[in-house]
């Protein structure tokens, strides 16, 4: 009976992604694929960092050196909004998928104290390239055709509820009744999370690296100079557009998408970072010659961007390169950039959407350039709401 119904939720969850057009492969990825436990070829020799891996800060109570973080993927839709659980998270990364509509990537370093976490959705290959070099235990529900292959490639084993089902995921009833689509009542845990490890076999140990080069977690936090950024504004899209606004009581950037406060729906909190990094990249289409495909291809290998904290900004550099090459950030001095402890938000956006990066009003080349000119054409205000696929 177990296996029957198992069977129904992944067959309604494929009917979910194919309805909202997601490219999700028809291939099966089992447990055979996975490299055995903690001997990923993507994590470096040598001992883990005695730190949080994702934030910096000392190792709380329960969480020890060479943990595998979590790493989720969230849906990030107007339609599916509010999520659950991502105010939780130590770190979010976003990024656009089709139809200029973003895809969160929420990373949680103790995978024993994973919030209900949600709605989740399938992976995207630029998101996984961001996941898979902390070595993340990497949830979705389905994949694009290229993510696929790219875990494929790698034998990297993730919880996928695809074949998983309910051994890892649960369906909120109650939510669907509400009337939010079938694809947008999908939600996952620690204990399920957990469940779908032993199922795999899946080690819960074996990261070496952390997300940033952070300063030393007992240090004071070094603030960036180059300018002011009281207010973070900028789109990913013509219907993406993102603000975050820092609150110097709280000391944390609380973002706001779609023209509001964006809020974990399980304590009703605004989502508040520390540390907010704005990347630009080349982004284009996979397959620009076929209309029916509008899966986005990301240059993961190097670009440009700003760092914020504590109310302020400077100009920074990144690298990557092959997908199982950590991110890297370098200052203006090629560096590397000591990342203050804490949450973190980090966008990468196209490099097409760059003059619509506001601080304060003010183009931050102008502020580097002493120009100060505000921008009030770059705003990147969304002009309509394009639909989910």
């Known amino acids: 009976m177990k296996r029957m119904i198992a069977f129904a939720l992944a067959v ?20 055979s694929s996975a490299s055995a436990p903690g001997a990923s070829p993507l994590i470096p020799d040598g001992p883990a960092p005695e730190i949080n891996l994702i934030t910096g800060e000392a190792l709380a109570e329960g969480l020890a050196a060479g943990d595998r973080p979590v790493a989720v993927m969230v849906n990030n839709a107007q339609a599916a909004l509010p999520q659950r659980g991502i105010g939780s998270a130590d770190a979010v990364f976003e990024m656009v998928t089709e139809g200029g509509i973003t895809r969160l990537l929420a990373l949680y370093a103790d995978k024993d104290t994973v ?17 898979m070099p902390l070595n993340s235990v990497i949830v979705h529900i389905g994949t ?12 990297y084993s993730t919880i996928n509820g695809m074949y998983l089902g309910s051994t890892s995921f649960v369906f909120d009833e109650a939510r669907s009744a509400a009337g939010y689509a079938n694809e947008h009542c999908w939600y996952t845990d620690a204990a399920l999370i957990a469940a779908g490890m032993e199922k795999l076999g899946l080690s819960g140990t074996g990261a070496s690296q952390a997300l940033f080069d952070f300063v030393a977690h007992d240090a004071q936090p070094v603030v960036p100079a180059q300018g002011d950024a009281a207010d973070v504004a900028f789109s990913f899209s013509d219907s993406g557009a993102v603000t975050l606004t820092y609150d110097a009581a709280a000391a944390k950037y609380l973002k706001t998408a779609y023209g509001a406060p964006q809020v974990d729906e399980s304590t009703g909190a605004q989502l508040a970072f520390d540390n907010v990094l704005v990347l630009f990249t080349d982004i284009k ?8 495909n509008l899966v986005t291809d990301f240059a993961m290998s190097s670009g440009t961007g700003y760092y914020c904290y504590g109310g302020k900004f400077r100009a920074v550099t990144w690298e990557k390169g092959n997908p199982e090459d950590p991110l890297r950030l ?45 921008s009030d054409a770059q705003s990147g205000a969304a002009a309509s709401a394009e639909p989910e696929l």
């Open 285 to 292: 289409l996979k397959n620009p010659d076929d209309p029916n």
């Open 144 to 155: 694009s055709i290229y993510a696929e292959n790219l875990l494929n490639q790698y034998q």
């Open 330 to 374: 370098k200052d203006e001095n090629g560096a590397a950039l000591q990342v203050n402890v804490g949450k973190s938000y980090v966008a990468i956006v196209g490099k097409d959407r760059e003059g619509t990066l506001l601080f304060g009003g003010v183009s931050p080349t102008g502020v580097i350039g002493g120009e100060g000119a505000s």
């Open 115 to 131: 919030p209900q976490v949600g709605p989740v959705r399938s992976a995207r290959d630029q998101h996984l390239q961001c996941a």
């Open 12 to 31: 309604m969850l494929a009917f979910g992604m194919t309805a909202c057009g997601d490219n999700t492969s028809s291939g099966t990825q089992s447990a």
